[in-house]
């Protein structure tokens, strides 16, 4: 089970990992602490991907004092060359005494070969301290690497009663510059944005990570559904830093010239007359190690994801006025009719952001 210092120290290593949410995709956030004799004596986190994991920054900030030491790290040290040495190997090498880790990697490649590599080496290795909070920490990773799919989050903004736009399609803005500014976080922990050609028609989108000055991050992937190939090549997105991917269905060799021509990539995957198969969708964002999937869309394919049961979790931003009921909802979910048909929730978080509310959701089913 652990001891209070155990659960301490873990405590810090979490903190520690959590500095990374910006910096470290495709890989996971991982921190590290290193104490002996009572005392911290190395601590670190993983910053980037193809940079030092976490055991080795605090493995060099303890140097010798680490011999004999007990190391906490988030995630089960890795037991495989990869970018980088495995981390299972510099412990052994650095003389640690014993290993706690928050949570096994899910990883197949590791997957608890590493505790027992280091079992193998005389050191004490366990896991499953605060477990649950490392999980949490990295949902996209644990998801790509047990379900073989991202975690999909759906970013919502809604009026008190429960309207996305006018009936004329305006809806800028629903939610205040807090709110707003929190999208902008969430986008920038996230791999990929996720958007329908609706949404890139009617407004013209950015889709891109902007955050306080002096906070790097990594602009996320931005991914459009397109089944008949309308992105225009003159769409904002396109001048902006960061990527854009294009799934289609459609063939037409001019369109997607001419969109690559403008620096999208433009991907055919396969679906019906009118819709891409968003399963196939999932199956390429997770070849392209796509952890955290954003979702921003009209009420369409919000509906459609969450029928389909391929929504993890809502994030909705509730807005402080009344837009009518002429005005656009939330989602489209046509054939519920009967209260049994009811997509039920469970709320998760509660939370004031600036003068709206952020609610976050978990589906307890689909239709």
């Keep these: 089970m652990g001891s209070s210092d155990d659960y301490r120290y873990m405590a810090r290593a979490l903190r520690l990992a959590r500095l990374g949410l910006y910096t470290t995709d495709p890989n996971p956030r991982v921190g590290c ?19 030092p994991h976490a055991e080795i920054h605090a493995l060099r900030a303890a140097g010798e004092a680490a011999r004999g030491a007990t190391a906490y790290v988030t995630l089960e040290p ?23 880790a928050a949570m096994e990697d899910p990883n197949p490649r590791v997957a608890g070969e590493g505790l027992a590599q280091l079992r193998a080496a005389g050191i004490e290795a366990e896991a499953g301290v605060l477990a649950a909070e490392a999980e949490a920490l990295n949902p996209g990773f644990v998801s790509r690497m047990r379900r073989g799919r991202p975690f999909v989050r759906c970013k919502l903004a809604m009026s008190l009663d429960g309207r996305t736009a006018m009936a004329s399609g305006e809806s800028q803005w629903i939610t205040g510059d807090a709110a707003r500014a929190d999208v902008h976080r969430l986008r920038a922990r996230s791999s990929a944005i996720l958007t329908g050609i609706g949404t890139v028609l009617a407004d013209d989108p950015s889709l891109n990570a902007r955050l306080e000055e002096g906070v790097g991050v990594k602009q996320p992937l931005r991914v459009v559904l397109d089944a008949h190939l309308a992105m225009p090549p003159t769409a904002r997105m396109l001048s902006l ?7 289609t269905r459609a063939r037409e060799p001019a369109f997607r010239e001419a969109l690559e021509a403008a620096g999208a990539e433009v991907m055919r995957l396969p679906g019906s007359a009118d819709a891409l198969d968003l399963n196939a969708v999932m199956d390429c964002l997770a070849e392209r190690e796509v952890n955290e999937l954003l979702v921003e869309t009209g009420a369409v394919l919000a509906g459609t994801l969450l029928r389909a049961g391929l929504i993890d979790e809502l994030v909705v931003y509730l807005a402080p006025h009344i837009m009518g009921d002429a005005a656009r909802g939330l989602f489209h979910l046509p054939g519920l009719e009967a209260m049994q048909d009811r997509i039920g929730l469970e709320i998760r978080d509660v939370r004031a952001v600036g003068r709206d509310w952020r609610i976050t959701a978990v589906p307890e089913r689909v239709g």
């Design 241 to 247: 830093p960061g990527e854009t991917l294009v799934l």
């Design 78 to 100: 890795c037991c495989h060359h990869g970018r980088t040495p495995p981390c299972s190997e510099a412990l052994i090498e650095a003389g640690v005494a014993r290993v706690v």
């Design 33 to 51: 602490v290193i104490v002996r004799d009572g005392a911290v004596v190395g601590e670190g986190w993983h910053e980037r991907a193809g940079g």
